[in-house]
């Protein structure tokens, strides 16, 4: 099957199958404008990452950072000591409401 007969409801996205989904809800929306939109929102959440501030997105969850401590480790091969400095590392929280059992309608 070529990949532009994939199914659009996959149980696993990528950009590219998440941009034909997008295209395919959206009357008028194109893939290639779905797929620009996904870029957009994807750099903008990296950008405010980048920046130290979080993206809180109603319904879905929070991207945040979190602290990653400094440790000492050792080289595999070497055994010599390795330091790993401390770091700020992306990190997200779903909402409640992601995990949660939607009901279905009547006439669903």
Not at 38 to 44: F, I, K, T, V, Y
Not at 54 to 70: C, W
Request: aromatic residues 6%; proline residues 10%; charged residues 20%.
């Amino acid at each position: 099957m070529p990949f532009w007969e994939v199914a659009v409801a996959s149980p696993h996205l990528n950009r590219r199958l998440l941009a034909r989904q997008m295209a395919a809800q959206v009357d008028g929306l194109t893939v290639k404008m779905a797929a620009a939109a996904l870029e957009a929102m994807l750099d903008s959440i990296s950008q405010c990452l980048a920046e130290g501030g979080s993206v809180r997105l109603a319904r879905f969850g929070t991207f945040l950072l979190r602290p990653r401590p400094a440790r000492q480790t050792y080289h595999p091969r070497t055994k010599a000591p390795v330091h790993i400095p401390a770091a700020q590392v992306p990190y997200f929280v779903p909402s409640p409401e992601l995990g949660r059992p939607r009901r279905k309608r009547r006439g669903d």
